[in-house]
T-cell receptor, first 114, second 109 residues
Framework: GAVVSQHPSWVICKSGTSVKIECRSL??????MFWYRQFPKQSLMLMAT?????????EQGVEKDKFLINHASLTLSTLTVTSAHPEDSSFYIC??????????FGPGTRLTVT | GIQVEQSPPDLILQEGANSTLRCNFS?????LQWFHQNPWGQLINLFY???GTKQNGRLSATTVATERYSLLYISSSQTTDSGVYFC???????????FGTGTRLQIFP
């Protein structure tokens, strides 16, 4: 149990375009989903927290107009990177939490902006 | 805010060896998780251990909340144990996880 999927696994896009990443909880309802970013050989940094049906809350320094988060249902959250630039290239990971405190993580999406 | 430090930062061992990874945190917590990030980037939940000791096969973990540290023990290491091990604790009064600095483990045959 507690499986979280992400799609796509990797994506290459041109500078200035937008990219959408999906995060799904497959076998449980996620009251809260989280989005993280990880640069090479670094730890995970929380970008934003989303609850179903409400606006996401963003961490300090994360541009909410650039990283659009939509938590449309209890099993789906999406992250859209708008007007991507090469510095947005990174590994994006989502996690989901059900009724308990434990978080379960998706396999990640590797974004490369050329 | 809460600080989470892990040691050692890197560990290189031969298959069959045992290891102990440490996680220190700067404030009281009600939740602590250990993860293994495999070479493909997937984080695998190892333990949810706010206090006490748990064991799962060759892995075990102990959290001493009053002294603000947790230990992860790996016995009889296998090459598939390679990767980065993270501990994570929640920011005060939230469910938002703060990740430690990580320990990169390499197991050679």
């Amino acid at each position: 149990g507690a499986v979280v999927s992400q799609h796509p696994s990797w994506v290459i896009c041109k500078s200035g375009t937008s990219v959408k990443i999906e995060c799904r909880s497959l076998d449980f309802q996620a009251t809260t989903m989280f989005w993280y970013r990880q640069f090479p050989k670094q730890s995970l940094m929380l970008m934003a927290t989303s609850n179903e049906g409400s606006k996401a809350t963003y961490e300090q320094g994360v541009e909410k107009d650039k990283f659009l988060i939509n938590h449309a249902s209890l099993t789906l959250s999406t992250l859209t990177v708008t007007s991507a630039h090469p510095e947005d290239s990174s590994f994006y990971i989502c996690s989901a939490r059900g009724q308990g405190l434990e978080q379960y993580f998706g396999p990640g999406t590797r974004l490369t902006v050329t | 805010g809460i600080q989470v430090e892990q040691s050692p930062p890197d560990l290189i061992l031969q298959e069959g060896a045992n290891s102990t990874l440490r996680c220190n945190f700067s404030d009281s917590v009600n939740n602590l998780q250990w993860f293994h990030q495999n070479p493909w980037g997937q984080l695998i939940n190892l333990f949810y251990i706010p206090s006490g000791t748990k064991q799962n096969g060759r892995l075990s973990a102990t959290t001493v909340a009053t002294e603000r540290y947790s230990l992860l023990y790996i016995s009889s290491s296998q090459t598939t144990d390679s990767g980065v091990y993270f501990c994570a604790v929640p920011r005060e009064n939230t469910d938002k996880l703060i990740f430690g600095t990580g320990t990169r483990l390499q197991i050679f045959p």
